[in-house]
């Protein structure tokens, strides 16, 4: 994981309005967690959070590590990402250009974050020819990175595919002789 030398306490101390402000305590669990998030700029599952909070001898439960997750999701503090791994990552949203897309290698994991200011005005052009106030967006590319591709992984372009349309034996399809 990367930790830069980022002062995380004014983000803390958002965080702490947040949960006042919603009636819920704040409490040290809920700050550990929060400080892991917000020093580190990775993508971080709940196991490497885990990892980093049992290392610093913090033992807390994987149920307080998800809700507090929730909760910095919930504040827009931190977003949720899904890179087809079978679990969620997380990563704070405080960098000065919080809105970043994402490339993701299916062989190695690797994840690439990228900006486009051309993918900005797609997203305001499109948003205005339909009437449409848009308060976020989310694109991630899955392929091959460099390195995977020099290393001789490949992998074959899918496409958007319906598997009941393309199956042969899929149920209620007639197969033509």
């Known amino acids: 994981m990367t930790f830069g030398p980022v002062d995380v306490e004014p983000y803390l101390a958002l965080f702490g309005r947040y949960l ?3 009636g819920l305590p704040i409490t040290q669990q809920r700050l ?3 400080r892991v998030v917000f020093s580190s700029s990775d993508h971080q599952s709940v196991d490497e959070l885990d990892a980093v909070l049992r290392a610093q001898s913090l033992r807390l439960g994987k149920a307080t590590i998800y809700r507090t997750l929730d909760l910095l999701v919930r504040s ?5 990402h899904d890179f087809g791994e079978g679990f969620k990552r997380y990563e704070h949203r405080l960098s000065k250009d919080p809105v970043h897309h994402h490339l993701v290698c299916v062989k190695s994991g690797e994840v690439i974050e990228f900006r486009s200011e051309e993918l900005r005005r797609i997203v305001e052009k499109t948003a205005a020819r339909h009437s ?9 590319i ?3 990175s460099r390195a995977s591709q020099d290393s001789g992984a490949d992998v ?3 496409g958007i595919t ?3 349309e ?3 034996t899929a149920p209620g399809r007639r197969n033509k002789p």
């Open 20 to 22: 006042r402000e919603r």
């Open 32 to 34: 550990a967690v929060a």
């Open 76 to 80: 827009g503090l931190a977003e949720e």
């Open 132 to 140: 449409f106030r848009p308060t976020g967006h989310k694109l991630v």
């Open 142 to 144: 899955f392929g091959l």
């Open 156 to 158: 074959e372009y899918q």
């Open 162 to 164: 319906c598997p009941i």
């Open 166 to 168: 393309t199956s042969p």
